[in-house]
């Protein structure tokens, strides 16, 4: 069978003066345009006809777009890498801001396999941090706080290096997402709406308060009820709802920051100290006093 040649692409000359225009425009296009532009023409394509919804992009036909705009390989796998560490959070809405989220979040990328990622987290979450597996799942891993005698004895002898504020939060859960073979994404998120139901009773708690003292001085004023009883109520539900806020919001400070040392701790396993479930705990009390008892012999006999 004959092969059929393909019709000859006209030159800009050939083009009409709107066509013209057009590919003028495009060979100026900007960052920001050209963006847009594959964008939506990967929107496009995934939604033609007859298009898989399974397909996607792999990394080879980017390399092969890459090189057709003459993009590094370099600076792309860098965005490769970075768009794989990436974890979307959402923007905190405005009763956010002004009372306390709903979760806390941090994560970052950790160096190591997944397997042995997942098990400096749970180790760091068991015995520096208080807290027990509730459930497990292979994406998601949820932690309660642990009311143990272990978790009790370790707290009570500061042997943990956690801040142990994670205790404090209604739940936490972990995951770990492989971006590749050597790095993995750790994901820590502390359920803190107990803080925020906190928040809320005590600034209705203050809002009543004020409301007592605005009536309590009106009955108690011979002018009556008047500017001066509002004004005080007003001023005694900002004082206590204010402060009861900034406490709430002390505490959510508290946890977030708990999350960032378990984070940094996951990364680092080596700066943390090894050995700290119960038993190994008491061998070493055992030996510190024999230790103890040695030297005290030691000085008698000299």
């Known amino acids: 069978m004959e092969r059929q040649e393909s019709a000859p692409r006209r030159r800009p000359a050939e083009l009409g003066p709107e066509a013209r225009r057009v590919a003028d425009r495009l060979q100026q296009l ?6 847009r532009i594959l964008e939506r023409a990967i929107d496009l394509q995934i939604n033609a006809p007859g298009a898989d919804p399974s397909d996607t992009l792999n990394s080879d036909v ?4 890459a090189a057709e705009l003459d993009i590094e390989q370099r600076h792309l796998q860098q965005a490769l890498l970075e768009e794989l560490l990436r974890v979307e959070v959402e923007e905190p809405e405005l009763l956010d801001r002004l009372l306390v989220p709903d979760a806390i979040t941090a994560h970052g990328p950790v160096a190591g396999d997944a397997a042995s990622v997942r098990r400096v987290l749970d180790d760091w979450m068991v015995n520096h941090e ?3 597996k509730r459930a497990e799942n292979p994406a998601v891993t949820a932690w309660e706080k642990d009311q ?3 978790a009790v004895v370790r707290k009570a002898m500061q042997l943990s290096r956690g801040k142990r504020s994670l205790r404090t939060a209604q739940g936490v859960t972990s995951a770990v997402r492989e971006a590749t073979d050597t790095q993995q994404v750790v994901v820590l998120e502390a359920d803190t709406r107990n803080l925020r139901r906190l928040a809320v009773g005590l600034l209705a708690g203050a809002t009543v ?3 007592a003292v605005a009536a309590a001085s009106g009955v108690v004023d011979a002018s009556g009820f008047g500017v001066d009883n509002v004004a005080a109520g007003t001023a005694t539900a900002v004082l206590l709802g204010g402060g009861a806020l900034i406490g709430v919001k002390m505490w959510a400070q508290r ?12 990364r680092s396993p080596h700066l943390v100290e090894r ?3 119960l038993p190994s705990t008491v061998r070493r009390w055992v030996d510190q006093v024999r230790g103890l008892a040695q030297d005290a012999r030691d000085d008698y006999r000299r």
């Open 30 to 35: 900007s960052v920001g345009e050209a963006e």
């Open 62 to 65: 980017l390399a092969q777009i």
């Open 130 to 132: 208080g807290m027990r």
């Open 148 to 150: 143990g005698l272990g």
């Open 209 to 211: 308060a004020g409301a």
């Open 255 to 266: 946890i977030r920051e708990g999350l960032v040392r378990a984070l940094d701790a996951i």
């Open 275 to 277: 050995g700290t479930s």
